[in-house]
């Protein structure tokens, strides 16, 4: 790790003038002004540069809520020939055309790695709740083939990120970076936490922002995917080391409603001599709505938890439980931030006092969600989740991480926050809730490591010793294809740490749930795919997913699913080796295949395979192979079809295999095609 040094920012007493536009050399970069735009590039790093535009003679201050890296002394050389100035250090070339203002990235040989469209830059007077600010844009020409990818996780399946439009608004299913990487080895941060649009089209790509002072994004040069991925973590923070324990098997559901029904679910997992790590407490240990998120057990089924903790850690298991970021009206927590103005004024989860289904509108459960901005917040919080850590619980469930924002209305973006208006800083909710967490405790104890699951994430988000899961997708052959360019993308942001619920949260489509055979190679498949995931979990509604609920030991079902729990035992010495490797020297567990094998064109647009650590393939099954339709009275339904062996092609260094992979997980092959 270099030295950082703290650069104080000065303007060079001699000034360059070309025949077009005035520059003046600073400690980082240089200072311009063209077309009533005022224009800062700053060298970060060799490799890093931050651009920085804002209309002309405007003042303002901005401190990234993502950036942490503050710029190294840096060599660079600063020549005007004619109208162009350019800026050089032993990685990078930056080029700065006066007349029109437009910026150009090459690399240290001279290619052109990625332009800035000409009349790309944009301000547009905004009224942010009654802050005088601006709408921001900026367009990028790239090649008509260039592949890019990351973008934070979407549910399209796409594993390119050409050719779309995105609305960047953090969601349950979403979460959103405005971050983008290309195969030709660069990357892109565009720092700004307001709603945004992404568009990628034939003619531009580009960043519109709601709310922006600045216009303020950096380019990082890496060579390839893991270097540029080095660079975003040596912006935005490194990925501390999580327990090996947190790699092992989870079960969940929604929810275990009494201490002791969790706790049977350990020993029976004892009892069948099936590897269990984690269990995790879903919602309303805490009692009612009014009392959500009360982070107290004042639910009567959990009348003693302190024994209930021991009990777990006695079985050698590991407790995670449910927190979020939302507080009932009848609570503690809720009194408090209210009266310092903490609480924000919109419709979340729970809508209803009542836990019936749908929510009952009449009983309104008050439950509002807090301003984790404010550090007075973020104090309050942490005070009272600090008694739940004092029973020994072993990691955080922070829910709603995104938050839940329902019957959404423009004007609910008005709400005051420590930083200014909701809408300013609205996608870095999950940052800055998680960051909370995770700074407190860090405080606290800093000889334990902290574990966080959470369902969204931001830039930077990486630092927190947070795993994030894909929120509560429904159960579906579609979705489950999904989540591989899902979690696959999501990690080309610099996030390392990703996972999904284990045969998906919703059963809707699935009428007849476990007793369904469809259903049940689908929670086969999702579980052999969470296997290779950086976190192993099974979760969701509608029907229990213990091993134990799918038949016993010599069926089908069972056998598969203890096999690849087994299997992921088997490999948690690959697995913790790989996970030393991200902290240390900056690396990936999911690899799309591009990061790898990013010479082969073949390989650049695969959406089902991928490389977990360096060393393993892994082309999950994701389509039904095992059912087959039958008539029952006038009903048409799945039942099992095992007659005969089915097979899925998989691509391989511009080779096709085939392996044949059966409902017990066993392959064999791969036969050459």
Not at 335 to 351: H, V
Request: aromatic share 14%.
């Amino acid at each position: 790790m270099k030295p950082v040094f703290i650069i104080i920012f000065f303007i060079i007493a001699v000034s360059f003038s070309g025949k077009a536009q005035t520059w003046q050399k600073t400690n980082t970069g240089i200072k311009t002004s063209i077309n009533n735009v005022d224009v800062e590039i700053q060298f970060y790093t060799a490799s890093t540069v931050r651009i920085i535009k804002s209309p002309g003679g405007t003042s303002f201050t901005k401190k990234s809520l993502s950036v942490i890296a503050m710029p190294e002394k840096v060599n660079f050389s600063a020549k005007q020939k004619s109208d162009v100035l350019i800026l050089k250090t032993e990685n990078l070339s930056v080029q700065y055309y006066l007349t029109s203002g437009e910026i150009h990235f090459l690399d240290k040989a001279g290619i052109v790695l990625l332009n800035e469209k000409e009349n790309g830059t944009f301000f547009k007077p905004f009224n942010d709740a009654g802050t005088s600010t601006y709408s921001v844009f900026q367009a990028y020409a790239l090649d008509p083939d260039e592949a890019i990818y990351g973008l934070g996780q979407q549910q399209a399946g796409k594993m390119v990120q050409r050719n779309l439009k995105l609305n960047m608004i953090q969601s349950n299913t979403s979460d959103y970076v405005p971050f983008f990487q290309s195969v030709k080895g660069y990357g892109v941060f565009w720092d700004n936490y307001s709603p945004t649009q992404f568009i990628d089209s034939v003619a531009s790509t580009s960043f519109k922002s709601d709310v922006g002072d600045c216009i303020d994004y950096y380019f990082m040069y890496g060579g390839n995917a893991d270097g540029v991925i080095a660079c975003m973590r040596e912006l935005t923070g490194q990925v501390p080391m999580f327990p090996l324990w947190t790699y092992g098997f989870f079960q969940s559901k929604e929810r275990y409603k009494s201490q002791d029904e969790l706790l049977d679910v350990v020993k029976k997992y004892r009892e069948l001599k099936v590897p269990l790590d984690g269990i995790i407490q879903d919602w309303q240990y805490w009692g009612n709505n009014y009392l959500w998120n009360a982070m107290e057990f004042l639910n009567v089924e959990f009348p003693n938890p302190q024994k209930w903790v021991n009990d777990i850690h006695n079985l050698k298991a590991h407790l995670t439980i449910s927190i979020w970021n939302s507080f009932g009206p009848q609570t503690k927590q809720y009194r408090e931030l209210d009266k310092i103005g903490a609480l924000m004024n919109f419709s979340t989860w729970p809508q209803s006092g009542s836990e019936k289904w749908p929510p009952i509108r009449d009983y309104p459960s008050g439950v509002k969600v807090y301003d984790p901005y404010n550090p007075a917040a973020r104090d309050i919080y942490w005070k009272y989740l600090k008694a739940l850590l004092s029973y020994g619980i072993d990691g955080w469930w922070i829910d709603s991480s995104e938050p839940d924002h329902l019957d959404f209305k423009p004007a609910d973006l008005d709400n005051k926050t420590y930083l200014g208006s909701f809408r300013k800083v609205r996608n870095a909710f999950p940052l800055m809730t998680v960051g909370g967490v995770f700074q407190h405790q860090r405080a606290v104890d800093s000889s334990k490591r902290i574990f966080i699951l959470t369902r969204s994430a931001f830039a930077g988000q990486q630092r927190y010793g947070a795993n994030t899961w894909s929120g509560d997708v429904t159960a579906s052959w579609t979705a489950l294809r999904n989540q591989i360019s899902a979690g696959l993308n999501f990690s080309l942001t610099g996030i390392p740490y990703w996972n999904s619920d284990i045969g998906g949260f919703f059963l809707t489509r699935f009428r007849r749930k476990l007793e369904d055979p469809e259903y049940r190679e689908l929670y086969v498949r999702w579980l052999e795919f969470g296997a290779f995931c950086p976190m192993m979990r099974s979760h969701g509604e509608g029907a229990p997913r213990e091993i134990y609920q799918f038949g016993t030991k010599g069926t089908k079902y069972y056998d598969a699913i203890e096999k690849y729990i087994t299997l992921r035992y088997h490999l948690l010495p690959y697995i913790y080796s790989t996970s030393w490797d991200v902290t240390a020297n900056q690396s990936s567990m999911m690899r799309a295949l591009m990061m790898d094998f990013s010479h082969d064109k073949n390989a650049l647009d695969i959406n089902d395979e991928y490389m977990f650590g360096k060393s393993v393939l892994v082309s999950p099954v994701a389509t039904a192979m095992y059912i087959k339709p039958a008539v029952n009275g006038r009903d048409t339904i799945q039942v099992e079809d095992f007659s005969a062996v089915k097979s899925k092609e998989t691509y391989l260094n511009q080779r096709k295999l085939i392996c044949r992979p059966v409902v017990t997980g066993t392959i064999s092959g791969p036969v050459k095609n």
